[in-house]
């Protein structure tokens, strides 16, 4: 497989991914805003102070493992799904594009159809009590930022993780 093959070939697994963490996240927030308080801005987290509902923590954790798995799962589909390489170099290349693809395409996914459209729209049900009209809810450049630490993030898990469908294809 060439190189565009291969990006094309993997696109489709990290829209997946990116549909069912949307929507985990997005009906989590929508159940109880604090899941997310980690990743609001810090003038919001300063404002609004540790989480007052009790259940947040355990609601947080549950969510993360629900999403941690989704990813996963949308990363191993996309790596059995691929053809076989002929050696450790080749399947390196082909786990490295496909792992960087997937998780590329679900930070992207996350900067244009989730954080910058709610910077745009501020759902009242996503605005934490006490915190509204607050300079965070309006700061694009927040989630930009976000966008390329997780570029950077996942350059270095998918030149790490691509060693390991590498090495089990030269062992299958």
Known sequence: MNLSTLFLHAIPYGLGVSVFVSILLLSGMWYN??????????????????????????????????????IIVGLILALISLPRPSGFAQGYRYGLVSLWTTM??????????????????KPKRFILPGTDGMKGYSDAMFHVRGFFKGTLGITLASLVLALIPAGLWLLL
């Open 33 to 70: 805003p604090e899941v997310m308080l980690h990743d609001y801005p810090p003038d919001i987290k300063k404002a609004y102070g540790p989480a007052r509902n009790p259940n947040s923590r355990r609601q947080t954790v549950w969510m993360a493992i629900l999403m941690f798995l989704v």
């Open 104 to 121: 590329m395409t679900f930070n992207l996914f996350d900067l244009l159809v989730l954080d910058i459209p709610l910077v745009l729209i």
